[in-house]
């Protein structure tokens, strides 16, 4: 499902379920350009030399070290990257906010201050706010004169944003907002010059403010002592009768809701590209270890049990960092027919991808945890050290499945919005629902034999993509209205839709390696793809077996059963083979390959 946007097809959000994906449609990391690639390494410089020599005492909450590093960020652009020209920003790509955000993951307290007062705590104003409030605002926040944060949960309302009980009414004279309540788990609330605050007016109109932190009746409250990221400033924010003037509502009254949700679908997917740099990290850090370290004579590096992890690791991340930068460029495309001087139109072509970020969230922290955990592993009893490094990793990355909304959320999302716009008639996900039926009932047919490159894998894919579109369908057809209320086939049904965005990813950008030079240079990105589709297809195969069991019973479910089998049947590959050959590849060059 596809449109155009000044002579670009673009692929509508959610659309890649209903068509195949050619490798021209897909942005990948071998399309960055130079002023990318000089991005990426400004950022990992400023990481490597900055950063990480003040891990210590950024991990001890000396937060006048953390507040310079981020002066010293912004010194390089790494704050205004988001922010328009107009107001002393660079106004960048998203191609090139994805770079920023995986690159500057190297120490998890830094990275997600950062994050905060360069994105959530930053957009709501870029997108929402009236020209006074940006002039004021922009310049003080792009150059980290001030330190912003983002106040949406509340002790009651983490998961339920909308039911926060925080009030805002206005002053007799009509000239301040008076805000009473308390923000909890607030990232950079101790150290913080303004905070994004969300509230009710008067009891029942979801709405933003800006507030200052010499504003009367707001104070921090005490540290939150934390599992990880320990090093990041987490507190309360209570606003007690505190009294902010008019002029510093945000957007309108009761259309809080709008700047909360669409702002979170560029955290998610910035997320997203955060956990690959941490995932790839951990990689490294891994395989260095596994080569030095050696047991029974030998490095463990040897041994085929690491060899599985190593590889597996490489294979999840080159999967998700494929759909990361795919979302991004297929925002950029979206892009190139809009009004960028309109940012609610940037908004839109942002929003058009919600599934997509929500899909990277989850499958980006998850990669990185597994990365984490079995890095970990790897490193035995010192593992469980803080003397190792993979301890605060595993420590650190915990939370990123409960930030910006927790991975449940996000996963009863994916199906959601989906079904949401096949009701809106904006993708015809029903009728293509409706043709896999018929052609189920008409039986199999008989394919033409594919000896190209990747041919399997791409037969894999569209099974895969019929395997979600029997599943949404079915359930849809079941529950009907109801459905919201299935969370657990919701959540395997989110599981099939985004293992098959991560290998029809994977896939596109494989062959696009393929076109470009030939299968013979690329084999270890060819390797990479085999080994995640191959054990994906199982995931998928028994997420939709659960998901049909709760759908259907009897004869129904035979059919359904049977059909799955139809899609989900294929040749084993000898994955152990794959694994070896990539392992000692991820072993010799320290790390990840692509």
């Known amino acids: 499902m596809s449109a155009t946007a000044q002579g670009k097809t673009v692929v509508k959000g959610g659309g890649f379920l209903l068509a195949e994906t050619t490798p021209s449609q897909v942005y990948s990391p071998e399309d960055f350009t130079e002023e990318h690639r000089m991005i990426r390494d400004t950022t990992n410089e400023f990481m490597d030399k900055e950063v990480i020599p003040q891990h210590e005492a950024l991990e001890s909450k000396d937060y006048e070290v953390q507040r310079s590093l981020i002066r010293k960020g912004a010194e390089l652009g790494l704050i205004n990257a988001s922010i328009p020209e107009k107001y002393d920003g660079l106004e960048l790509d998203h191609i090139s906010n994805m770079l920023v955000a995986e690159h500057l993951s190297g120490q998890a307290s830094f990275a997600t201050g950062f994050g905060a007062t360069s994105s959530i705590g930053l957009l709501p104003i870029v997108f929402f706010g009236n020209e006074e409030q940006k002039a004021h605002y922009l310049p003080k926040i792009g150059s980290a004169e001030w330190i912003s944060s983002y106040c949406l949960s509340e002790s009651t309302s983490g998961s339920d944003a909308l039911s926060a009980k925080t009030v805002a009414r206005l002053s007799e004279d009509g000239e301040h907002w008076i805000l009473n309540g308390e923000k909890m788990w607030i990232t950079n609330g101790g150290f913080a010059d303004l905070f994004i605050v969300f509230a009710k007016v008067d009891g029942d109109k979801f709405s933003a403010f800006i507030v200052e932190k010499d504003d009367p009746g707001v104070t921090p409250g005490k540290e939150e002592h934390k599992l990880g990221q320990r090093g990041s400033s987490t507190t309360p924010v209570l606003l007690q009768d505190a009294k902010i003037p008019k002029d510093r509502l945000l957007g309108e009254i009761g259309k809080g809701h709008l700047i909360a949700f669409n702002v979170l679908n560029f ?250 030079d030939g299968a013979e240079k690329h084999q270890a990105a060819i390797d990479a793809t085999k080994l995640y589709t191959n054990d994906a297809l199982g995931r998928i195969e028994a997420a939709a077996k659960n998901a049909l069991a709760a759908i259907a019973e009897g004869d129904d479910l035979r059919m359904l059963l049977a059909a799955l089998k139809r899609f989900t049947k294929y040749t084993p590959i000898n994955t152990s083979a794959i694994r070896e050959s990539l392992a000692d590849k991820v072993v010799a060059a320290g790390g990840y390959l692509f």
Not at 285 to 290: H, K, R
Not at 410 to 420: A, E
Not at 457 to 481: D, H, T
Request: hydrophobic fraction near 45%; aromatic fraction near 8%; charge should be negative.
């Open 267 to 516: 955290g998610r997917i910035k997320m997203g590209a955060g956990s690959i740099g941490g995932a790839k990290r951990v990689l490294s850090l891994s395989a260095n270890y596994a080569k030095e370290r050696h047991q029974f004579g030998r490095a463990i590096a040897t041994f085929g049990a690491i060899k599985y992890k190593l590889a597996e690791m490489l294979a999840r991340i080159y999967a998700v960092e494929s759909a990361v930068y795919r979302t991004a460029g297929m925002i950029e495309d979206r892009e190139h027919g809009i009004d960028k001087s309109l940012p609610t139109e940037i908004l839109k072509a942002v929003e058009e991808y919600a599934i997509e970020c929500a899909m990277i969230k989850v499958a980006g922290t998850e990669a990185l945890f597994y990365c984490a955990d079995e890095g970990v592993q790897i490193y035995g009893g010192n593992g469980f050290t803080e003397d190792y490094p993979v301890e605060g990793v595993y420590r650190d990355c915990r939370v990123n499945r409960i930030f910006e909304g927790t991975n449940e959320i996000n996963r009863l999302l994916i199906p959601g919005q989906l079904l949401k716009r096949a009701m809106k008639g904006e993708l015809p996900l029903l009728a293509a629902a409706k043709q896999l039926q018929e052609e189920l009932l008409a039986g199999p047919s008989f394919e033409d034999v594919d000896d190209a490159p990747m041919a399997e894998e791409r037969k894999i894919a569209a099974n895969a993509k019929k395997v979600a579109l029997m599943v949404l369908g079915s359930a849809a057809q079941k529950f009907m209205a109801g459905l919201s209320e299935q969370q657990m086939i919701l959540c395997w049904a989110a599981d099939i839709i985004t293992e098959t965005f991560l290998i029809d990813s994977a896939i596109a950008r494989t062959a696009k390696l393929i076109e470009r």
